[in-house]
């Protein structure tokens, strides 16, 4: 019997069960995979689809990667497959997507031993929307498998979570990050840097690795944050009115602002810790000369707490003219 590693880094235990699962013919038919972004959660749904309908003879070389299933579904085109679209301006996953999908996954497979249902940001989906999957998932067809994707299960009704096999997937250890960033070509330095940005998830560290372009704009968000705290009342809701535009685009600038706070809560209490943003140390000491822990505190749990508000369907703008009210400096 042939085997091989998935090419998934940091969830060798996920890897193993999925693959156990498919040993012992005990494939479930709906699976919920949760973790921060870019944690991987959409490589590795990507690869079990791959090796539930890899053509392959040995089931423990599945996916092989060279059968005409797996080339088809690596470029996005296997007839069998089916994705959920969000909206594109909203990034919310509508009931019509829902239905379109489930409708979809009705039928019997075109080519391949299974119809596979991806679901990406099943957690943006409203109730309305999440309750139009339950029929499926309560009778789905034999040859039919659904895969939900989510950042966690907060948003998520029980209906839901009780009919999937969870799997959740944790931050990879910054070691683990550096070593597959150094199988890519990467130098020492920098792939040390980029493993403790990247925060444990492998996704951000190889985009950031092929296209200078996400280290930049991690700069540029950065610098934003830092500008913010210099700036009055009426500065930072100027700033507040321009980042509401975009709700999207906000959501991971706040997550990268919550390492930064993060780190700052670290440094004003004298931690060992390295911080995460181990580029931005000089700046961040300047900063922790003149705010107090309890101050670095409450900026990380109102970012936090903003961070959360943006799952629903809430005035943009206003939180974050909220959120920047929380952030220190404005009595100064």
């Not at 019997?108 to 990406?120: Q, S, T």
């Not at 444990?200 to 968000?221: K, N, S």
């Amino acid at each position: 019997m042939t085997t091989h590693k998935w090419p998934v880094y940091g969830h060798d235990w996920a890897v193993d069960s999925l693959r156990q699962s498919m040993a012992t013919g005990r494939i479930r038919h709906a699976y919920l995979l949760t973790g921060t972004p870019a944690v991987g959660k959409r490589t590795l749904a990507h690869i079990f689809a791959q090796a539930l309908n890899c053509t392959h003879e040995d089931i423990a070389a599945r996916p092989c990667f060279q059968c005409r299933s797996c080339r088809l579904i690596d470029s996005d085109n296997h007839p069998d497959i089916v994705y959920s679209e969000t909206d594109p301006s909203t990034g919310a996953l509508k009931i019509e997507s829902i239905r379109n999908v489930t409708g979809r996954l009705a039928l019997k497979p075109y080519e391949a031993r299974y119809r596979i249902a991806i679901f990406h940001d099943f957690d943006h989906a409203q109730p309305r929307a999440q309750d139009a999957l339950l029929k499926t998932l309560e009778e789905a067809p034999p040859t039919a498998i659904l895969i939900l994707l989510a950042e966690s299960t907060e948003t998520l009704m029980s209906t839901i979570t009780s009919r999937c096999q969870m799997i959740h997937l944790r931050p990879a250890p910054v070691d683990v990050v550096r070593d597959v960033l150094l199988g890519r070509g990467s130098e020492m330095e920098q792939a040390d840097l980029m493993a403790r940005l990247s925060g444990g998830r492998i996704g951000w560290a190889l985009a950031a690795l092929r296209d200078p372009a996400v280290l930049e704009q991690r700069a540029q968000a950065l610098d934003l944050l830092e500008n913010c705290l210099q700036e009055n009342r009426a500065g930072r809701f100027a700033l507040a009115e321009g980042l509401g535009k975009d709700k999207l685009a906000l959501r991971p600038l706040l997550e990268l602002w919550l390492t930064y706070w993060r780190d700052l809560l670290l440094l004003t209490e004298d931690s060992p810790v390295k911080p995460c943003n181990s580029d931005r140390l000089v700046a961040m000491q300047r900063l922790a000369v003149d705010i107090t822990p309890e101050e670095a505190l409450r900026a990380l749990q109102a970012t936090q707490r903003t961070l959360d508000q943006l799952k629903w369907n809430l005035n943009t703008r206003l939180a974050v003219e909220v959120l920047f009210l929380e952030y220190p400096g404005l009595a100064r």
